[in-house]
């Protein structure tokens, strides 16, 4: 069992935000290798409107499709009734909902205010739990939001208490658009851990202004375990609109491995796995900062 657990989400978050659209059977080839490399939780695809994110609209198929690893806990976004039937024909393991802290971001996210959006999902989420699903729940712009600005820490407890009313299994925090501080990070989690235990709690740190790292090493010593991260920094493309700096899985990995802290994940094999996303998925060159420098001293080398 490894001290933190790494959730992946390089196949949803990462490729929502690129602008290629990636084919069904190298989704399906993604899929295989993050588990290969040692990830056990695997965020796969997200049952959203395929007119409002294109890049997945392929998720019924990729999730029929794709090869279950043992020992592996697949997610996929589920914002109503109508992305909850689709989870549920897929038989994947965790249904993950997500609302934001702001109400500006929400409405632009799902078209809808923070109410109306959790009031919508209550039914949702009674059915997830009479089925024994596991339901995460993320909550955005934790630490600030691109349309309002600052979001008090009060406003995401509202939102935590809530999410915990419908049964929320886990709660991730995301900062969104990756503005927060170590300082800000210890002191919500200090609070969200007045209404969770730290055990259900994950951190979603975004890169974009290159403190994501900086946060999860704060929330580290708080006490969180769970980190969300994607392959290479997949997604957070700097020429789509809405990039979003996703942080690199690498970038986590190679932090915690050597600081003594197991992750379960083979970096060696991750790393390989960020070069093929990039050459086979992106066709940009992906901003991990460990697979650059990884790939900066094989050159070196060759
Ligand atoms: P809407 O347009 O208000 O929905 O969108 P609606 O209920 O009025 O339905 C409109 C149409 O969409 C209808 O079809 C529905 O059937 C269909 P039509 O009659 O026009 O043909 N529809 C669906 N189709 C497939 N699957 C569904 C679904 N629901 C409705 N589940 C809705 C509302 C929530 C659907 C839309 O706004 C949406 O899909 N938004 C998703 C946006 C999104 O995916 N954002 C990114 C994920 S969140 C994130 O990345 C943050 C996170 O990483 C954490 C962090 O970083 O902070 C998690
Ligand atoms: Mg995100």
Redesign the pocket.
């Known amino acids: 069992m490894s001290l933190v657990e790494i959730h992946e989400?390089g196949a949803?978050?990462g490729l929502?935000?690129e602008a290629v659209v990636v084919n069904a059977d190298a989704k399906l080839e993604l899929l295989r290798r993050l588990a290969a490399v040692g990830l056990r939780s695997i965020e796969v695809t997200?049952?959203?409107?395929?007119?409002?994110?294109p890049q997945?609209a392929d998720a019924d198929e990729v999730a029929r499709r794709f090869e279950r690893h043992p020992g592996v806990r697949y997610s996929a976004?589920?914002?109503?009734a109508?992305?909850y039937e689709?989870f549920c024909r897929a038989k994947l393991d965790v249904a993950?909902f997500?609302v934001?802290a702001s109400e500006a971001h929400n409405q632009k996210?799902?078209?809808?205010g923070i109410e109306a959006?959790l009031d919508a999902f209550r039914p949702v989420a009674e059915r997830a739990k009479a089925d024994g699903v596991t339901l995460r729940c993320?909550?955005?712009?934790?630490c600030g939001c691109p349309y309002q600005g600052a979001v008090p820490v009060g406003d995401v407890l509202r939102v935590v208490r809530r999410l915990l009313e419908l049964g929320a299994d886990e709660i991730?925090l995301?900062?969104?658009i990756g503005i927060g501080v170590p300082r800000q990070v210890r002191e919500l989690l200090r609070a969200v851990s007045g209404e969770v235990p730290l055990e259900r709690i994950a951190l979603?740190a975004?890169d974009t202004y290159g403190r994501a790292l900086a946060n999860v090493e704060s929330a580290f010593e708080v006490g969180l375990r769970r980190f969300?991260s994607s392959l290479g920094g997949l997604g957070g493309c700097p020429y789509a609109p809405g990039a979003?700096g996703n942080l690199a899985s690498e970038d986590v990995v190679d932090l915690f491995e050597r600081s003594g802290v197991d992750t379960g994940v083979d970096l060696d094999a991750l790393v390989e796995t960020a070069a093929w996303a990039e050459r086979e998925l992106t066709g940009r060159a992906l901003p991990g900062r460990v697979y650059r420098a990884r790939l900066a001293a094989r050159e070196r080398e060759a």
Not at 138 to 142: A, I, Q
């Open positions: 989400v949803r978050d929502q935000n997200s049952f959203v409107s395929p007119k409002w994110i997945l976004l589920v914002p109503n109508a992305g689709r993950a997500f934001s996210n799902v078209n809808r959006h993320y909550v955005s712009t934790v991730s995301g900062d969104t979603h975004h969300d979003s």
